[in-house]
């Protein structure tokens, strides 16, 4: 039997036993193409997954007592008890992995044997050497809705715990890995803990505010906390994430649905509140980030929020500029990258000063993750740009040093 040259050889099935490698051979391949080893390559949004080694992270939770529920939590379900669950359909089998099909939420089961190092650190490094990346910041993904547990205390407990365990068994272990230790905003005082006794942690490159909360984030319990984020010189993150628990999205009757427009419509809110009260005014200093919204739109918000202060600058009286400017100076990921239409792309790009503002994000392992192709692949972009979105723009604003590549 003959086999006809155009029928490719199938991708064989992936699934959590898969090695990070075998399933990144592309990536490795298209970092030879675009000769990634002459690029600094910062990934300012990756994940780990703690599910499988919540053992570890609870040995760092100060509360006896929450600490001993999280562990009969743990060996009754496999989480701990203040992470809630994703709705609709809990445990790996989700909407988001469509059933089992995508391995999405499932902790990565490949073998990693012959070293001494963090089994998770391990894989980290396996990714970012195949996809190219020099530098790789990592964001948890279950406590991503951590912020709307009904138990504060836990979320602030939960959090504290997953702070130290990142910092003493990630970055302490791999000088590649950076980390933004997770703000429990509700308890404002443990905020303000972690800013003080993580800061100028080897590893650490800012803080971390999920967006999946009901947090105003300009009300004034949280005034300190940003001032002392303000002089660790350090940025605050707000990354988004998906929910089917908010009013609105329960209204939507699809993944695809809730998956477009949660992780948007969370930063959305907090962007209004952070400028409308001019906390930009207020907190000159402070470096923003949003984090796995896209870019779409923030254009949407420039010409949004100009339309109406314009016509009510009373309602905004802290505000000197249009908030369209205040937006020029914030940062944003560019994961996922909305690139289907390449004129709106590259007006967005202008729009957010993208050659300055913008930061290149992988999102891996997520089943959506973009390579650093999903740049260097962009013709309006120029070669300057294009090395700064893919790392000069994170070293410039972590102040990372030793920079290979930089022009």
Same mark, same amino acid.
């Given at each position: ?11 064989p ?8 490698r075998?399933?990144?051979?592309h990536?490795?391949?298209?970092s030879?193409?675009?000769?990634l080893?002459?690029y ?7 994940? &780990?997954? @703690?599910?499988?080694?919540w %053992?570890? !992270?609870? /040995? =760092?939770?100060?509360? +006896?007592?929450?600490?001993?529920n999280s ?14 669950y ?5 445990s790996?089998v989700?909407?988001?992995?469509m059933?089992g ?11 990693v044997?012959?070293v001494?190092?963090?089994r ?5 490094r396996?990714?970012?050497?195949s ?5 790789q910041v ?19 407990q ?7 365990w990142?910092v003493?068994?990630?970055?302490a272990?791999?000088?590649?890995i950076?980390?933004?230790?997770y703000l429990?905003? &509700?308890? @404002?005082?443990?905020c303000? %803990?972690? !800013?003080? /006794? =993580?800061?100028?942690? +080897?590893?650490?490159?800012?803080f971390?505010?999920t967006s999946?909360?009901?947090s105003p984030v ?5 005034m300190?906390l ?16 998906p929910?089917?628990?908010d009013d609105?999205?329960k209204?939507m009757?699809r993944?695809?649905?809730?998956h477009?427009l949660?992780?948007v ?5 907090h962007?209004?509140n ?10 000159p200093?402070?470096k923003?980030?949003w ?17 109406e ?17 205040y ?8 994961q ?15 729009a957010?000063n993208?050659?300055?503002q913008?930061?290149?994000a ?8 973009d390579?650093?192709g ?5 013709r ?17 604003l ?9 022009v």
């Open positions: 039997m003959t086999t006809d040259p155009r029928v490719k050889t199938l991708t099935q992936f699934d959590r036993f898969t090695d990070t075998e399933m990144l051979d990536a490795r391949r298209q030879v193409e675009y000769g080893d002459d600094f390559v910062v990934d300012v949004d990756s994940h &780990r997954e @703690p599910n499988a080694h %053992r570890e !992270v609870l /040995e =760092f939770m100060e509360n +006896p007592v929450m600490r001993s562990l009969a939590t743990l060996d009754a379900r496999g989480t701990m008890m203040y992470v809630p994703p709705g609709p359909g809990a790996g989700s909407s988001q992995s059933f099909r995508v391995p999405h939420q499932d902790p990565q089961a490949e073998a044997e012959g001494t190092r963090h998770d650190v391990e894989l980290s396996r990714a970012m050497d996809i190219g990346i020099d530098v990592i964001f948890p993904t279950s406590l991503l809705g951590l912020g709307m547990s009904p138990l504060a205390e836990g979320e602030a939960a959090a504290y715990a997953y702070n130290r990142m003493e068994a990630f970055c272990e791999e000088p590649r950076k980390f933004m230790p429990p905003l &509700r308890s @404002p005082e443990m303000l %803990r972690i !800013v003080r /006794e =993580f800061a100028g942690r +080897p590893g650490v490159v800012g971390l505010v999946i909360r009901y300009h009300d004034n319990a949280f300190r940003y001032a002392a984020i303000e002089e660790t010189g350090l940025p605050i993150a707000f990354h988004a994430g929910t089917w628990d609105w999205m209204t009757n993944f695809i649905s809730v477009a949660s992780f419509h969370c930063n959305m809110v962007l209004t952070w400028i409308i009260n001019g906390l930009p005014e207020r907190f200093r402070l923003v980030i984090v796995e919204s896209g870019l779409a739109w923030v254009p949407f918000m420039m010409q949004r929020l100009d339309h202060y314009l016509k009510r600058t009373s309602e905004a009286p802290l505000l000197t500029r249009l908030p369209s400017e937006m020029r100076e914030m940062y944003y990921t560019s996922p990258m909305e690139c289907d239409d390449h004129d709106l792309l590259e007006a967005t790009m202008t957010i993208a050659e300055t913008l930061l290149y992988s999102d891996w392992p997520h089943w959506d993750f390579l650093p999903s740049i260097l692949g962009i309006f972009l120029d070669a300057k740009a294009k090395r700064n979105i893919l790392g000069l723009n994170a070293a410039r972590f102040n990372l040093t030793e920079v290979p590549g930089a």
